[in-house]
């Protein structure tokens, strides 16, 4: 006979990671090592990780979104751990004494694709307006989305949720990547060419919102 209450907290289980939108044991956006953006202090990181193999108070400008925090009033506490299962080291920032961001440099690169996937969040190459303006050319639109019809051997993937930021470092410096062309526009091959090297996520609690209150 199937025990009620296990049966019952199952389905509870299952409810709740509907409800998420996030299979069990998947990556999730805001979070690593149940480190929470947001939530997490240093002690918790200590917890989870250990003692950090460098722990120090320094600026954050973390490309690719330096342009769209502010930094002001704000001191940044910045801890590394090392010896960590798939990577080479792993970067805490923490401002307020909560998580603002998560670095995580891997030892073995992950395909490009895997990122959006693992993550289940749209990404989208970064290109910047003067690149596109002076090349235009070199880019073509697809469901409103500006896509390089060849990607460079090195670029950056982003995206965007309601509390992070997430961009990923591609390394895309094989003959073979580099000849896949556009993954969106006229190929439709819906992937990413390239490897992530690294990932980086960062709070939109720190998101440069001067000039806000005039336009309400």
């Known amino acids: ?13 299952a409810v709740s990671a509907f409800a998420l939108g996030q299979e069990p044991d998947k990556p999730m956006p805001d979070r690593w090592h149940g480190l929470i953006i947001d939530q997490s202090t240093p002690e918790d990181a200590v917890k989870a990780l250990g003692q950090p193999a460098n722990d120090k108070d320094d600026s954050f400008r973390p490309y690719p979104f330096d ?3 502010s ?24 401002a307020d004494n909560k998580l603002v961001s998560i670095s995580l440099n891997f030892k ?36 409103g989305k500006l896509y390089p ?19 990923a470092a591609i390394d895309n410096s ?17 992937a990413f060419p390239g ?9 939109r ?3 440069n919102r001067e000039g806000s209150d005039v336009l309400k």
């Open 174 to 190: 094989s003959f073979a990547s580099m000849m896949l062309g556009s993954s969106r526009g006229s190929t439709g091959g819906g």
């Open 195 to 203: 490897k992530a090297v690294s990932v980086i996520i960062v709070s």
């Open 149 to 167: 019809k060849n990607y460079p051997p090195g670029y950056y993937l982003v995206a965007t949720t309601e509390r992070v930021w997430i961009g």
């Open 71 to 94: 930094t002001k009033g704000k001191t940044f506490r910045h801890l590394k751990f090392k010896d960590i299962k798939g990577l080479n080291y792993a970067e805490l920032v923490f």
């Open 1 to 13: 006979m199937i025990n009620r209450s296990a049966l019952l907290l199952s389905i509870a289980f």
């Open 108 to 143: 073995e690169k992950i395909p490009a694709t895997a990122i959006q996937n693992d993550y289940g969040v749209d990404f989208e190459p970064k290109i910047g307006g003067f690149e596109s303006s002076s090349n235009p050319r070199d880019y073509e639109r697809h469901e």
């Open 205 to 207: 609690s720190l998101e």
């Open 67 to 69: 342009k769209r925090i």
